[in-house]
């Protein structure tokens, strides 16, 4: 598998446990505020990792990492995700996933094999603007519920979440998210934080009263929303 970053110790990743994090390389969407840019954009021009030394690491670390997060990019379009999940299943860990859930047959796989125990979907925006917070001209919201389904009725743990953006995002997206994941378990708000790795400079955050507007909004259907950082 194409993996282009470990951090070794995370808490934060993987909620409730000492965990390491597998940055995997490419994505599907080209979001404007992306803070991983470039692993979407050039991830062939990112240093490499092989699985050898992934798995030197995870063998040597077994009984301190308590799991192990995948990340990205968007580790599903990775063709050989599925074999990396199987093999790190194999060592014990258990496994968080992050995905943007456009690949639900992935997801789906994952799930029905046990390779998954806790899965972190990004939800976007709401349908009617989903193509513009994921930078792309038209795209299949169907394969997004087909995953939110999927995921809220998998019996693992999961969150999903959404980046906000000003100048990307209005209350009537949040209206159509709290309906979308209506009873959904966790449900996180982030606001967007502005660094040098962005793939669209402009972008502004949401002020503090601004996001508990947007979280009274989403709350009407997911009484459990709450702001990251909050919790």
């Given at each position: 598998?194409q993996?282009?970053?470990l951090?070794?110790?995370?808490l934060l990743?993987?909620?409730?446990?000492?965990a390491?994090?597998?940055?995997?390389g490419g994505?599907?969407?080209?979001?404007p505020?992306?803070?991983?840019?470039?692993?979407?954009?050039?991830?062939s021009?990112q240093?490499?990792?092989?699985?050898?030394?992934?798995?030197?690491?995870?063998?040597k670390?077994?009984?301190i990492?308590?799991?192990?997060?995948?990340?990205?990019g968007?580790p599903?379009?990775?063709?050989?995700l599925?074999?990396?999940?199987?093999?790190?299943k194999?060592?014990?860990?258990?496994?968080?996933?992050?995905?943007?859930?456009?690949k639900?047959?992935?997801?789906?796989e994952?799930?029905?094999?046990?390779?998954?125990?806790c899965?972190?979907?990004?939800?976007?925006?709401?349908p009617t603007?989903y193509?513009?917070?994921?930078g792309?001209?038209t795209?299949?919201?169907?394969?997004?519920s087909?995953?939110?389904?999927?995921i809220?009725?998998?019996g693992?743990d999961?969150?999903?979440?959404?980046t906000?953006v000003?100048?990307?995002h209005?209350d009537?997206?949040f209206?159509e998210?709290?309906?979308?994941?209506?009873?959904?378990?966790k449900?996180?708000?982030?606001n967007y934080?502005d660094?040098?790795?962005?793939m669209?400079?402009g972008?502004?955050?949401?002020?503090?009263?601004?996001?508990?507007?947007?979280?009274?909004?989403?709350?009407?259907n997911?009484?459990?929303?709450?702001?990251?950082?909050?919790?």
């Open positions: 598998m993996i282009h970053g951090n070794k110790t995370t990743d993987y909620p409730g446990r000492v390491c994090t597998i940055f995997t994505c599907n969407f080209r979001c505020y992306c803070h991983n840019s470039e692993l979407v954009l050039n991830p021009a240093p490499l990792i092989s699985e050898e030394e992934i798995f030197a690491f995870l063998k670390r077994q009984g990492l308590e799991g192990v997060c995948v990340t990205g968007e599903t379009v990775n063709p050989d599925l074999d990396f999940l199987r093999k790190v194999e060592l014990g860990y258990p496994i968080k996933l992050d995905s943007n859930g456009y639900p047959e992935v997801l789906k994952a799930i029905s094999e046990g390779l998954v125990d899965i972190a979907m990004d939800v976007k925006s709401g603007n193509h513009v917070a994921a792309l001209k795209m299949d919201t169907n394969k997004f087909e995953s939110i389904n999927l809220m009725n998998s693992i999961y969150e999903f979440r959404t906000v000003k100048g990307i209005t009537s997206d209206e998210i709290g309906e979308w994941i209506k009873g959904a378990n449900y996180f708000i982030q934080r660094n040098e790795n962005v669209v400079k972008y502004e955050s949401f002020t503090d009263e601004e996001l508990n507007h947007i979280l009274g909004i989403v709350k009407k997911i009484p459990n929303a709450k702001i990251r950082g909050e919790e």
